[in-house]
Structures are given as C-alpha cells and as structure tokens.
C-alpha cells in the first residue's frame, strides 16, 4: 500500500463522515500531501552523489473557508502532513537545513478548492553559551543577521561552520565545520570588518561575488551553503 493510501485511511479515521463530506468540493488534504511532496522534488539542490538539499520551512495557503474547515482538526493534520513529507524526503535521500515547520496561511485570491504551496530554506543558527540579549546586541559596534535572528559581533571576530568548535553554529548541509571568519579590528580609525574563508567546500560569496578575503561594510550579504548573513554596522 502506498505512502498517499495509508495517509487517505489514517485521515478517514480521524475526520467524521460529516465532517468528511464537506471536503469535497473543497481542498482535500491528501492533496496537499501530494504537492508538499512536489515542492521538494522541486526544489532539490545536489550536495553530493546520494544527498540533496531541500527546504524546510512550507507555508500552505488557502481560502479563508478551506483555512478555516482545515483549522478544525488542529494539529493532528499538520503532524499527519509532516510524517508523509519527512518519509518522502528520506525515500529520496532529501537533506532538510533544520527544523521542518509546516504552517497554513489565508490567501484573499484564492477561492474554495484551490491553494499553493510556498517553502524556503532556513537554518537555525546558534552560539555556545548564554542567551544572547537585546542589550548585548545594541552595544556591540555590528551584528549578523540570520533567519531573524540577531548575534552581536565584536572583535577579535567570530569563526562560522556547522562544527561543535565553531563560535557561531549553523545547521546547514552546504557549510563546512569551519566555513568563514568574519574579523572585526578596532581601533582609533573606527571597526573594520571583513570575511575570510577557511577552506571551506563551497566557498563564501559576499553581495552576490565569490571571494577569499574582503572587506566588508553594512549592509553586507555574506552567503555561505544555503545560509545568508548580513552584516549590520553600528553608524556612530
């Protein structure tokens, strides 16, 4: 029996024959299922022979009265549609950045029966020791910006990688355990900034170009595997 078939039955268990009902001139669920997997056939970016990349962050987005006759069964279809992606994903040897999150949005320009799926890759991102705080961020001469996240940024620098050794950690497939080195001089002339790459396997880019070693200002996009980080720089 197929992955979409045992979805269908675990579904008919969960939703009443009323309940059921309603659903057929609307938005099916095993329908979403079946674009969820799309999406990420999609998306697929190669990382190597048996291993590729997809994203991790879905939106699905509907009606108002398919958001709200979905809204109605919480959160076991969420969890029902998260299983189906997550055995899809390891059927074809997918890769996730992080997480997986699912969540379903209202469209005004979508009518009854129909909905799109939107998905973007975010990383989650970490530094060893206490929660950072906003005070923390606002007295430091720069921060990095990641997926909405803010990481204060002093000298003498900080070192980003997806390893345990790394000051700044980023769960990210497409980053090597020590990628980047984003130093920061201060002195009588002001803090200068600038990226240097370790070695890593897929390089960095900065505003969109590929570099070894740059200076860079604020406003800056230092871009390592699937996972940008900009620079913001304290204006005195």
């Known amino acids: 029996m197929g992955g979409l078939q045992r979805f269908e039955q675990r579904l008919e268990q969960m939703i009443s024959g009323a309940f059921a009902r309603t659903f057929r001139s609307a938005v099916q669920p095993v329908e979403i299922s079946a674009a969820l997997a799309r999406e990420v056939d999609n998306s697929a970016q190669i990382l190597s022979r048996d291993r590729r990349l997809v994203p991790n962050d ?43 999150d699912l969540t379903f949005d209202v469209a005004d320009d ?47 620098g900080v070192v980003v990688g997806r390893g345990n050794d790394a000051d700044l950690r980023v769960n990210d497939p497409g980053v090597s355990r020590r990628h980047v080195e984003v130093r920061v001089v201060s ?42 980080l900009t620079l913001h720089q304290r204006q005195d």
């Open 110 to 156: 979508l009518t009854v029966g129909r909905f799109r799926v939107r998905s973007q890759t975010l990383s989650r991102v970490s530094q060893p020791g206490p929660e950072i705080t906003d005070t923390q961020v606002r007295r430091a001469p720069a921060y990095l910006e990641v997926n909405g996240e803010r990481l204060p940024l002093a000298a003498p």
């Open 58 to 100: 879905f939106h699905v987005e509907l009606s108002a009265p398919d958001h709200e006759r979905l809204s109605a069964l919480g959160g076991t279809l969420r969890s029902e549609l998260l299983g189906q992606l997550k055995d899809h994903a390891a059927a074809q040897s997918y890769v996730f950045t992080g997480p997986v």
């Open 187 to 228: 002195d009588s002339a002001g803090d200068r900034i600038s990226v240097h790459d370790l070695g890593s396997t897929n390089g960095v880019l900065v505003n969109g170009k590929r570099v070894e070693n740059a200076a860079v200002a604020d406003g800056a996009e230092i871009r390592i595997g699937n996972t940008t």
